[in-house]
């Protein structure tokens, strides 16, 4: 007789003081050709789960979402250490590395001849900086359908390969239109890559684990801001090299690199918590069903309209995207002028690059400390909070302190606003569940932050340079008001964290429920 084997689930929630015990049950039916049923019922040990045919697994949350004494089992570990340093992590870390680098490259041209060259005004400068992420804004939308009807190796590759190449064919650019075009496309195709990697991580690993990663793949973006101003001082000793300038050697070398590794992607990127490069065994699969079960994210290539307007409906949503865009503002400009303000502090322009690597150190070290203290305490949007007050007081040295070294000081506090905006992402990866809905939320939070970027640079050169003092103040009145909706968001849900606590739900949990279906489900904080 033929038989076939089929998993299910059912979860049931108690509540016993401040704990919520979720518990999840796997059955298998086997069945045979007649349809005869056999459910077996005896609960065996977990790592022998090729063995088993049921076994219940509990959690346990706090109001705030954080699990409660909590172990992870040798085969999880092992797992973990597979995804972390062979087949997921790397590959995370070098394509960030190097979406960050490709579209910063106009922070170095811009003091290694590139306005010279193309006879740009500063007005025109600016617009470089921000037509980038026009591009990136109407990009959006067909990425997030691509995203969900697309194996995201496919996707990721294909897109690499060509922002790469138009990354390269910049160095062809000698006027303000032709650059513009090329900037335009750069951030086209690079619009995709944020929300791959918040679907990727959140798919992979659990709620607890999100963080780290997410905060690495910013780590990244510190690093290449590091890294990118000693290439940068080393590129910009090849002017005159077969005839081309510094700036234009910067374009082809990262335009290369970028396109084979758009090629690696396509062919072997991970992509899904079950991929066959994986070689899982069978312990790591029912793992792997767990871990699914906890970060509540099961790939679905139907795109659930309903998930859309759910999200619609929620308060929650529109004070994310808000805060996305108004922590951003900063972003664009500093991503674009921090060499030159640099420079304005009276430093040449080699040293001005060589003097943004600091800042990418800083960056890299606020983002390593907020991830550290959630994996540990939680906390999430309080730590955004502490954050945001740290930029402030980074901008308010900017514009009050005439020291230069005082201003140095100030330019790198600010930076903090970078690691604010990965707890917001880490709130996301948290806190929303259903895979349409997620992809939803992930992909219009990076339409505020294209918003965000776009506008800063606006704010930068309407104000008078070195200072920039009008630029500043606006960004110092965006932290504050992304305080008071970080504390707005982080109160809304542990409200609803306490009734689902003091009315626990004995719903059956089904695959691909949000987070306002699953009435089990904890939000963490």
């Not at 609960?43 to 706090?62: A, K, M, P």
């Not at 390269?168 to 929300?195: C, D, K, S, V």
Request: proline share 3%.
């Amino acid at each position: 007789m033929e038989e076939k084997t089929e998993y299910y689930t059912t979860t049931t929630t108690t509540t016993t003081g401040p704990v919520v015990t979720s518990t999840t049950s796997y059955v298998t039916e086997s069945r045979d050709s007649y349809d005869e049923k056999e459910v077996v019922l005896e609960d065996q040990n977990l790592d022998h789960v090729s063995d088993i045919n049921r076994h219940v697994v509990t959690d346990e949350y706090d109001e705030n979402g954080n699990l409660v004494n909590f172990v992870m089992s040798p085969v999880e570990k092992k797992l973990v250490f597979k995804l972390d340093f062979i087949y997921v992590m790397p590959y995370v870390c070098i394509l960030n590395f190097l979406q960050f680098f490709d579209k910063s490259a106009l922070n170095y041209a811009g003091v290694l001849g590139i306005k010279k060259t193309a006879n740009l005004s500063p007005s025109q400068f600016s617009w470089l900086g921000s037509i980038f992420y026009l591009g990136y804004l109407l990009f959006q939308g067909p990425s997030m359908i691509l995203i969900q009807k697309l194996p995201l190796s496919k996707y990721i590759g294909s897109v690499i390969v060509i922002w790469g190449l138009v990354l390269l064919l910049t160095f062809l650019g000698h006027n303000f239109a032709q650059l513009a075009a090329l900037r335009f496309l750069l951030g086209f195709f690079e619009a995709g890559i944020y929300p791959c990697c918040i679907m990727l991580i959140s798919s992979l690993y659990r709620r607890s684990e999100q963080a780290e990663r997410i905060g690495l793949v910013y780590i990244c973006n510190g690093v290449a801001m590091a890294v990118g101003g000693l290439i940068g001082y080393g590129i910009g000793h090849m002017h005159g090299v077969a005839g081309l300038e510094s700036w234009q050697w910067i374009m082809i070398i990262l335009g290369a690199i970028t396109i084979i590794f758009g090629v690696f992607s396509f062919f072997f990127m991970v992509d899904n918590p079950k991929a066959k490069v994986l070689r899982l065994t069978p312990e790591e699969e029912e793992v792997v069903e767990r871990r699914m079960r906890d970060n509540a994210v099961i790939k679905n290539r139907i795109i659930k309209t309903a998930h859309i307007y759910e999200s619609l409906k929620e308060p929650r949503f529109y004070a994310i995207c808000l805060c996305g865009m108004l922590i951003n503002f900063q972003n664009g400009a500093l991503g674009i002028f921090s060499a030159m303000i640099t420079q304005g502090f009276g430093f040449s322009d080699l040293n001005a690059i060589l003097l943004t690597i600091p800042s990418g150190v800083t960056d890299c070290i606020y983002i390593a400390v907020a991830v550290w203290y959630n994996r540990r305490y939680g906390n999430t949007l309080y730590t955004g909070v502490v954050l945001l007050l740290i930029a402030i007081l980074g901008l308010i040295l900017l514009v009050v302190i005439p020291v230069p070294k005082a201003k140095l000081l100030g330019l790198y506090l600010t930076w903090a606003f970078a690691a604010s905006f990965v707890m917001l992402l880490v709130a996301i990866a948290n806190n929303v569940a259903g895979y349409t809905k997620k992809v939803f939320y992930s992909s219009s939070l990076m339409v505020f932050y294209t918003l965000g970027n776009f506008a800063g640079p606006f704010m930068m050169s309407a104000s008078a340079p070195p200072l920039y003092v009008g630029g500043m103040i606006g960004y110092m009145v965006a932290n504050a008001v992304t305080v008071l909706l970080f504390l707005y968001i982080r109160w809304s849900m542990v409200r609803e964290n306490r009734k689902r606590m003091a009315n626990p739900s004995t719903q059956e949990v089904l695959p691909d429920m949000t987070d306002v279906e699953n009435k089990n489900f904890i939000y963490r904080v």
